[in-house]
């Protein structure tokens, strides 16, 4: 359709200019698209998209995409060549430089070499003398070993950083020549593509390059920084700059540090005045709500907005005439209509068919695996080519009228100033393009609403150019979408990545679903041109499959191009993907009746659609809430209305400052000081970068770029716009900007290192592919190998490599050229390349699928299956092994269970004799404690002592407590208690005498209490006090029978009423002893005719001298009574006392467990003692054991 | 002995202890009082409390009340007790100990 370019441009886009910048390089793309950069793009793509000539060797169609991103049409078709079959084409690397002495490549390198960098490798290169040994075989046995190493092997050619070809073209320039010039080349291949990423980094020392990141990296060097050096990293494929990478640079900008936009003062404006109302330029600059894509619940809900789709075609067309901004938000409501699977209908209607999808009940959210419960799902499988459904020719056929169109609209040929269809059609003549003109047209008027003649001139004109950009980068980028989505090598590589398709297929980065969005609604716009252009009803399809594809990426679903159903039966082998009439899976619908709602909410709605309830959003649990942008004003209070006449302004005041419109004076420091001296630091920094802007200041360029920053071509285009569209004056700018002789010196070299890097890139995805694939075949074979210990002995090396290199020996190496073996074979390779290339036109992916050349067909089958015995035989050489092993490790695990067997039992022995032990030692404790026990009930029985029903010490109440507290805030010389006896007790007594811990008991506590204990057994027992059944002397008795004898103390016991007529009814007398500061009991037990003598500090054994004492009391009161034979002197057990102030204590407690017939050692502790202190005091209180403190129950 | 006594009997009671050389069923009567080391006479009335004697050899020796015992034949001597509920004779004699206080050793 289009005319051939002029021939100018022809010959401009053989220097080596970019041929199609913005239709492949999606990611980056600047919106901004000039009209100038565009015509150079027409050229190029013309020359692309036309026929590929049988006989062209040269000039061949350079690729000269140097950046890493999407590559142009050309290289996809070759990429698509090289998946498709294994052998490769290997591309021209090596053109041998002009001025390169006609020696091999090696040999110069080594001469030529430059000193200093291989200094730095500190590996002086050499030819090396191994052999070379082919990767994939490696790999092969790496797989066996099944331990994931890294695949980045040492090519014999790569000792250093730098490839000969760089080498030799450094060395044969100067170095600092070579350097600078190279800078400025690149630089002006950045320029020219208008990347964003600026020119490579100059680093400051050889070790900051070293460090840093690119393919080229360029430092200063020299004693004062002066000179430009620049190295290769060959492992660095990353090219000279990061423009290659996924960063879409828009965001990073409108970004703040927090995440949030900045806003704008128009922003700022819009929201204070008019709050709520969004125009178009709001619109377009509010960021975009981040998608959600992990999250798995989303996938329910979408089925069930799927359901609910309605139509949205015709609200298309209808809404052509609203103003842009709400156009923009119909249409991205309506180009979702079109994801449905469109399929031609008996009239000249489009019918389309959707795949049924399950209502959200009968899936679980949060649920993953559904894939594999959808009966209806899992017929789907991954169709052979992306473009089965679409059709190859019919795909290539609207590339070529998208890329007819792009070279209308680049040539700019488009009726301009016409406001309708008729007056296109009138001013139609041999320079301009009806259709184009048309679809420009229709789209201003999308944009901006009908164009009116009444429109004065130059906004009219404004409009449309501002349509006619749009148009035009809309177009670029949809045919780069177009280009990227229908690769067969990403196709590849999806097909790899997922086994079947799923529900969910994430394409691309945020950046590319968005071209993808953007696209479908261009297909949208495009097949509603149908009314006023003719178009063919394959074109409409075509529309309406890239429509529903593109809007399958942005949904991230799986594209529906790319599967087909496996069924059986007639519909197996449809082309499309779809069954016609299989109702179980399919639906068909009315395109006009289509309306689906957007997945994504990517901008905030606009106010109208807020309006009506309908058009909400259904589930709004999927869309990001609508809110106020948090980055540009916090959401105002609602306050009640102020009385204030003002009205409420929610952006707050900004401060009034009042100052002079213009300054009356102002102070100007005089001139010789300096306002700021600067430091050694900045000094330096200003030191360095004049050197760098000298260093970029070369003898061809008269202007002067700054290094800090990108200069865009088309901003500087667009500087002048006198000359912008004349060729002269682009001339004349390339030639001031010293773009052409740089281009002309070093765009081959670059195209060339580009290759390479891309070759490489290649070479490492085909290694892994066919690594891959052998995995696969072994898996296939299910020949499952055991892990191997790796042996790594010299003799299996040896015939690891042995093997290796027969393999080499084996395969043909036209699939692989090696072309590091031999110098001379390299060249003669490549000469056999050219050679081929000359005979061979080139020929596309499509045209080789289908190819008839049986030859290579042939030679490609041989290679695999010479590949797949290789396999087999190694499968089998491993599986023997594998035996082998198997047998050795199953008689070394019986040797290791018999001596774990062995080891077991001497274990059971061991134990064994050790519960034995254990069990006697048990058996012997048991005995000493019987007969411990035995012996104590012996004593008790002997003693009559029992063991007590209570403890004897308890825990107080309360209220004794506080009593006994209290006792310290009394009167000293008020009497708190009488004992028994009569006789006062004071403050001192208690205070001084018994409560403190360590407190020595005095004779009043102790004969009190002993008194006490008495009292209460004879109460208890209901004897007269004349007929005691306990009879307790004071202290002061033994003394006195010590002195004065047992005749010289009748008066004391006729007071304790011991009389020979009741001595034997009386059970027991108590006598308290102090002797030497040391309190302790004597009794006599006139019932078992016993004495004793308890000593707390001998653990209750007593003296012999007490109890002899005893026996003469006793012989005393008796008189002729007195059996001496009867009476016997025992020790009764009692806890021991390990402190010096306890006797007392002790004392006491003793008599009344002998007085209550207990047994101390079982009724009280020595711990308890201090309790037993206040429990004491309180018994002294109280007035004897009675009351809370009766004896009952012991 | 009787000028001992003359000389260390104070006059108690308020009796006239000197013009009232009193039989052994008299009025009177004298006590000795006695630790180890000292021995005291004391002359009064059957009906007058021993508090006052005991007082007055605490104070003539120097000690307090609270940490001396006075027995009489083994037997506790309480400050309100009078020689005659402790029957006491003419020439009994009042032993005084030391307070006993034990703790251990």
Not at chain 1, 320 to 336: T, V
Not at chain 1, 1135 to 1150: A, H, K, L, S, Y
């Amino acid at each position: 359709m289009a005319p051939k370019a002029p021939t100018p441009r022809t010959t401009r886009n053989s220097r080596g200019l970019r041929s199609s910048p913005a239709v492949s390089s999606v990611p980056a793309v600047p919106s901004t698209v000039t009209r100038r950069t565009s015509t150079r793009r027409t050229a190029a793509t013309t020359t692309v998209s036309a026929p590929v000539a049988p006989a062209t060797p040269t000039p061949r169609p350079r690729a000269t995409n140097f950046s890493s991103a999407a590559p142009p049409l050309h290289q996809i078709k070759e990429e698509a060549t090289t998946t498709a079959t294994p052998v490769t084409v290997r591309r021209r690397i090596f053109p041998p430089p002009v001025a390169l002495p006609p020696a091999t490549p090696t040999t110069t390198a080594a001469t030529l070499q430059h000193p200093r960098v291989s200094s730095i490798r500190g590996t002086p290169r050499q030819q090396s003398p191994r052999t070379p040994i082919y990767h994939p075989q490696r790999y092969l046995v790496r797989w066996v070993d099944r331990t994931p190493q890294p695949v980045v092997p040492s090519t014999p050619d790569s000792p250093g950083h730098e490839t000969t070809r760089f080498r030799a073209r450094r060395d044969q320039e100067d170095e600092e020549e070579f350097a600078r010039e190279l800078y400025i080349a690149i630089r002006n291949d950045h320029l020219m593509r208008d990347c964003w990423c600026g020119p490579p980094i100059i680093y400051n020392s050889l070790e900051e390059a070293e460090e840093g990141g690119g393919h080229f990296r360029f430092y200063t060097t020299g004693p004062d920084s002066k000179n430009l050096r620049v190295i290769q990293k060959k492992d660095d494929s990353r090219w000279h700059c990061i423009c290659g990478q996924k960063v879409h640079p828009v965001y990073n900008d409108l970004l703040n540090s927090n995440g949030k936009r900045p806003a704008t003062d128009s922003e700022l404006d819009l929201i204070a005045q008019n709050e709520g109302l969004q125009t178009a330029q709001s619109v377009e600059k509010v960021l975009p709500a981040k998608p959600q894509q992990e999250q798995i619940g989303v996938q329910p809900q979408l089925r069930s907005m799927w359901d609910r789709a309605r139509g949205l075609a015709s609200s298309l067309v209808a809404t052509m005439s609203s103003p842009f901004h709400n156009i923009l938000g119909k249409i991205r409501d309506a180009y979702e209509a079109v994801e449905t699977r469109s399929w031609s209908a008996q009239d000249d209607t489009i019918v389309v068919k959707r795949v049924k999808r399950q209502t959200q009940q009968k899936i679980i959210p949060g649920e993953q695996s559904h894939d594999e419960n959808d009966p209806e799902f899992a017929k789907l499988a991954w169709a052979a080519v992306p473009t089965k459904r679409i059709g190859y020719f019919k795909l290539k056929e609207f590339k070529n009228s998208l890329n007819d169109q792009i070279a209308i609209v680049g040539a700019g040929r488009i009726v301009s100033g016409a406001s309708t269809i008729e007056e296109i059609k009138a001013q139609i003549d041999a320079g301009y393009d009806e259709a184009t003109s048309i679809a420009v047209l229709k789209y201003q008027e999308l944009m901006f609403g009908p164009v009116s003649p009444q429109l004065p001139e130059p906004e009219r004109a404004e409009q449309l150019l501002t349509a006619f950009y749009k148009f035009q980068h809309t177009l670029h980028q949809a045919h780069g979408f177009i280009n990227q989505l229908y690769n067969p090598a990403h196709f590849e590589d999806i097909k790899k990545a997922h086994n079947t398709p799923p529900r969910k297929l994430v394409l691309g980065d945020y950046v590319f679903r968005k071209h993808a969005r953007e696209t479908a609604e261009f297909m949208c716009f495009l097949s509603s041109l149908k009314e006023f252009l003719p178009m063919s009803r394959d074109t409409l399809e075509t529309l309406s499959n890239i429509c529903v594809d593109a809007n399958a990426v942005h949904k991230q679903e799986t594209v529906p191009s790319f599967v087909e159903i496996r069924t059986e039966g007639p519909y197996a082998d449809m082309p499309g993907y779809f069954p016609e009439d299989d109702d179980a899976v399919m639906e068909p619908v009315h395109l006009e009746d289509m309306r689906i709602e957007p997945f994504y909410e990517f901008r905030y709605p606009s106010p109208e659609l807020s309006d009506s309830d309908e058009d909400l959003p259904k589930n709004p649990g999927l869309y990001r809430k609508i809110a106020k942008p948090k980055g540009i004003l916090k959401p105002s209070k609602k306050w009640d209305a102020p009385p204030s006449p003002k009205p409420y302004c929610p952006t707050p005041q900004k401060k009034r400052i009042l100052a002079f419109e213009s300054p009356v004076s102002r102070f100007i420091p005089p001139s010789h000081i300096p306002a700021r001296v600067m430091t050694p630091s900045e000094a330096e920094q200003l030191l360095q970068a004049e050197r760098k802007a000298k260093i970029l200041r070369d003898k061809y360029s008269t202007r002067i770029f700054e290094t800090s920053k990108t200069v865009s071509r088309s901003n500087l285009l667009f500087a002048d716009s006198d000359n912008q569209w004349s060729l002269d004056g682009l001339e004349k700018e390339d030639e001031e900007l010293g773009l052409k002789y740089h281009s002309q010196k070093y765009g081959d070299f670059l195209n060339d290192v580009k290759e390479d890097l891309d070759e490489r890139e290649e070479n490492k995805k085909r290694k892994k592919d066919e690594l891959d694939k052998r995995e696969a075949v072994l898996k296939r074979d299910k020949v499952l190998i055991p892990a191997p210990r790796r042996l790594r002995t010299p003799e299996r090396k040896r015939r690891e490599l042995a093997r290796v290199a027969e393999l080499n020996d084996t395969i043909a190496s036209p699939a692989h050229p090696s072309p590091y073996t031999n110098p001379f074979r390299q060249q003669k390779d490549a000469e056999q390349q050219e050679s081929r290339k000359e005979t061979k036109p080139k020929m596309s992916a499509f045209d080789r699928l289908f190819d008839d050349d049986e030859v290579e067909r042939m030679l490609m089958i041989s290679t695999q299956k010479v590949q797949e015995l290789e396999l087999n035989k190694q499968i089998e050489d491993e599986f023997q092994a594998a035996l082998k092993r198997d047998a050795e490790e199953k008689r070394q695990r019986e040797l290791e269970e018999a001596a774990r067997a062995e080891r077991r039992r001497l274990e059971e022995e061991r134990r064994n004799r050790e519960e034995e032990r254990k069990r006697r030692e048990a058996e012997a404790r048991s005995r000493r404690e019987e007969q411990l026990r035995k012996q104590t009930e012996e004593f008790l029985a002997l003693t009559g002592l029992r063991r007590p029903n209570r403890p004897l010490i308890e825990e107080m109440s309360h209220d004794w407590h506080e009593k006994v507290a209290n006792i310290s805030m009394t009167n000293p010389t008020v009497p708190l208690a009488k004992t028994p006896e009569g006789q006062d007790l004071i403050r001192r007594d208690f205070e001084e005498m018994l409560l403190p811990p360590t407190a020595w008991l005095n004779d009043n506590i102790i004969i009190g209490s002993i008194l006490h204990v008495a009292d209460a057994i004879n109460t208890y027992k209901n004897a007269p006090a004349t007929e005691p059944k306990c009879a307790a002397f004071t202290s002061f008795f033994y003394p006195r029978l010590v002195s004065h004898g047992a005749k010289n103390c009748a008066r004391l016991l006729r007071r304790a009423n011991v009389r020979k007529n009741n001595f034997y009814d009386i059970e027991t007398i108590l006598v308290p002893i102090c002797e030497h500061s040391h309190w302790t009991l004597a009794i006599v037990r006139p019932g078992q005719k016993t004495v004793a003598h308890i000593d707390s500090l001998r653990s209750g054994r007593g003296r012999k001298e007490v109890t002899d004492k005893m026996f003469e009391l006793v012989s005393t009161v008796l008189e002729d009574d007195y059996n001496e034979q009867e009476w016997r002197a025992v020790d009764y057990m009692a806890p021991r006392q390990d402190n010096g102030w306890d006797c007392g204590v002790f004392t006491i407690t003793n008599a009344l467990c002998i007085a209550l017939g207990v047994d101390p050692n079982q009724s009280y502790s020595a711990g308890q003692l201090t309790e037993q202190r206040r429990r004491l005091a309180a018994v002294l209180l109280n007035g004897g054991f009675k009351g809370d403190f009766g004896i009952e129950g012991y | 002995m009787a000028d001992t006594a003359d000389n260390n009997t104070p006059n108690m009671g308020g009796g006239p202890a000197a013009d009232a050389p009193a039989p052994g069923n008299s009025e009177h009567l004298n006590i000795k009082v006695t630790d180890n080391n000292n021995e005291v006479f004391f002359k009064i009335k059957r009906s007058t409390k021993l508090e006052k004697l005991m007082s007055a050899f605490c104070e003539r020796q120097g000690k307090s009340v609270t940490s001396v015992r006075f027995l009489f034949e083994g037997q506790r001597v309480q400050p309100t007790d009078t020689p005659d509920t402790l029957e006491m004779q003419d020439g009994d004699c009042l032993e005084v100990h030391q307070e006993q206080v034990g703790g251990g050793f």
